[in-house]
């Protein structure tokens, strides 16, 4: 039986067709930047990164433009699956290993902040993006259960005490399903409307005085010389912007501008999907706690509640960015296994987006010169740590970098083979790994 796929457009132009682009509550296009002007700080990117940046540079006081090649929102932080994942996409004892424990003591400090910089925005600026708390991992194997709780005892030794322990027998307090053998909440996860986030966060750096251009890409950052001058001249087609600082901040979507930094990620894909609007009754019996769930596996999946009572799910993973012809072909099937009342279910919206992904999984942050900052990387983990390094960023700045010092000690190091080979062999990694989710080890 062929599966029902709707043809539904989200009406707003310069955007993937998605469910978030058709329910944004801001569908303004904000003017492409024509001529020269100045500010304090010119942020390349008006995703998560660079508009958290912008917003805590415009509340300390600094004159901001925001240079965007598309639209607000318009790579991944408008098209991720709204899950607010606390930590990083490595975890704390394996940062431990890698760099020291006083490397993984100053990054745990911080691993609840992206949340937490979420929420206090939310409250302080009004937005409205459908926040609801609450996070469930769900574990396919008493391995992955035995890891979870490996995990939240070390977490919990960097005061992370919102984490619980799920028995089989309470999955279903959370998701009704029996794929799962039990799982851990995390109370201070939760779920969001993305591209509603960083449009309201977008309008809030506009309201205290930030400059936001769409439709500019940059094509050249330039260092200038002289007195009385600004330090750096960011050029696009129609327009330049002077700034004593530029903060670059375009991740999987930087491509083709600044090469030395944008060789040393790989963008990967991710495919997502939302349902017709469900009855109120169905979705509530799938996902009694309206908790965002996503799985244990190396290939996960993760779903949730809209607020309008659609089911969104996401899922798959394409190296190199490429994405699959059929959106829907590798994640329903997955859906319907997990909710077999959905198995005729229509999907109205199905998109693909790009994330950026390093080597080592753990985000890039440094500088080109003096005052030529960048972060990217964040390597599946973004809506809240962007938030985080949006912030560093900014203090670093303002004067502030002993956070910003601690990330950029990190190593970052190019894929083996460069290029050419980067996808080949990370795609035979993930083969490797997704055959030990089959076989459940």
């Known amino acids: 039986m062929a599966f029902k796929t709707s043809a539904t457009s989200s009406n707003n132009a310069g955007h993937a067709n998605s469910w978030y682009a058709a329910s944004a509550h ?8 024509v001529g020269e002007t100045d500010a304090d700080v010119c942020v390349i990117g008006a995703g998560f990164t660079g508009i958290s940046a912008a917003l805590e540079l415009a509340e300390r006081g ?49 691993s609840l902040e992206g949340g937490e910089i979420i929420r206090g925005r939310i409250a302080r600026y009004g937005i409205d993006c459908d926040l609801v708390d609450g996070g469930f991992f769900a574990a396919f194997t008493d391995s992955q259960i035995r890891t979870m709780a490996a ?31 039990g799982g851990m909440i995390d109370r201070f996860g939760g779920h969001i409307h993305p591209l509603n986030l960083v449009l309201g966060e977008a309008g809030a ?52 501008l600044m090469p030395e930094i944008h060789g ?16 109120a009754d169905l979705i509530e019996s799938l996902l009694p706690a309206d908790y965002c769930v996503e799985d244990a596996n190396f290939i996960l999946d993760y779903y949730r509640r809209t607020a309008d009572n659609r089911l969104l799910y996401g899922g798959g993973i394409g190296y190199g960015g490429n994405h699959p012809s059929d959106l829907t072909g590798g994640i329903r099937p997955n859906m319907v296994k997990t909710f077999p009342a959905l198995k005729d279910v229509r999907i109205d919206y199905a998109w693909s987006g790009n994330f950026a992904l390093t080597l080592t999984r753990i985000p890039h942050i440094g500088r080109l010169s003096e005052k030529v900052y960048f972060s990217h990387g964040d390597s599946g983990h973004g809506v809240t740590t962007t938030h985080l390094l949006g912030k560093i960023l900014g203090e670093a700045v303002s004067g502030h970098a002993e956070r910003y010092d601690v990330w950029a000690s990190l190593p970052n190091l190019p894929f083996p083979g460069g290029k050419t080979f980067r996808v080949p062999l990370t795609v035979l990694g993930a083969w490797w790994y997704g055959l030990r989710d089959k076989l459940g080890l």
């Open 26 to 33: 801001d569908k303004r296009v904000r003017p492409t930047l």
């Open 62 to 110: 600094y004159s901001v433009v925001v240079l965007e090649a598309e639209r607000i929102g318009y790579g991944a932080s408008g098209r991720n699956g709204g899950q607010i994942v606390n930590g990083y996409s490595r975890d704390l004892e394996t940062i431990a290993g890698r760099y020291g424990a006083d490397k993984a003591l100053a990054l745990g400090r911080m």
């Open 151 to 181: 995990h939240k005892a070390h977490w919990e030794k960097h005061g992370h005490t919102g984490l619980e322990m799920v028995s089989r027998s309470e999955v279903g307090r959370y998701v009704r399903t029996d794929r799962y053998a």
């Open 205 to 256: 750096v506009e309201a205290l005085g930030g400059r936001i251009f769409e439709g500019s890409r940059v094509t050249a950052v330039e260092t200038m010389t002289g007195r009385g001058t600004h330090g750096t001249r960011v050029v696009t087609d129609r327009g330049v912007v002077a700034a004593d600082y530029v903060l670059i901040c375009g991740n999987a979507y930087l491509a083709p």
């Open 264 to 279: 040393r990620m790989m963008p990967v894909s991710s495919q997502v999907m939302a349902t017709e609007p469900l009855d």
